[in-house]
């Protein structure tokens, strides 16, 4: 096994202990990326059809974050998980 398949599978396991959900959010506008950034939740940058997207752990509090501060527009929720 690779070292980064070990990797994701420590994650995955992780998350599932501290209740992390294997949703992806993703975010358009980089002051609402930076915004969710400054609240402590960390974020990964992606290219989607030529544009940048902030690309977060559906964790419970960042939705209950995004539910607070923002509009369902705003963001997207993935239920998959890409690598």
């Not at 902030?54 to 509090?61: A, K, P, S």
């Amino acid at each position: 096994m690779s070292k980064g398949v070990m990797i994701v599978i420590l994650l995955i396991t992780a998350f599932k202990k501290v209740g992390v959900h294997m949703n992806i959010v993703y975010i358009f506008d980089k002051a609402k990326a930076d915004y969710l950034h400054s609240l402590g939740f960390i974020y990964n940058e992606k290219e989607i059809d030529n544009k940048k997207a902030y690309q977060f752990f559906g964790t419970d509090e960042l939705m209950k974050s995004l539910a607070s501060n923002f509009e369902q527009s705003d963001f997207l929720v993935s239920k998959n998980m890409c690598f």
